[in-house]
């Protein structure tokens, strides 16, 4: 149970990350171009 409950807030983790970086990164790309 505590082991699913960690991957589960690993992958939430993870995902969040992603979201922020994308969010950085398209305005750049779209100044950029």
């Known amino acids: 149970m505590q082991a699913l409950v960690s991957r589960k ?3 939430f983790t993870r995902r969040y990350v992603f979201n922020t970086i ?3 990164i398209r305005p750049l ?3 950029n171009e």
Do not use: G, P, T
Request: avoid cysteine.
């Open 22 to 24: 994308i969010a950085l």
């Open 29 to 31: 790309q779209s100044i």
């Open 9 to 11: 807030k690993i992958v």
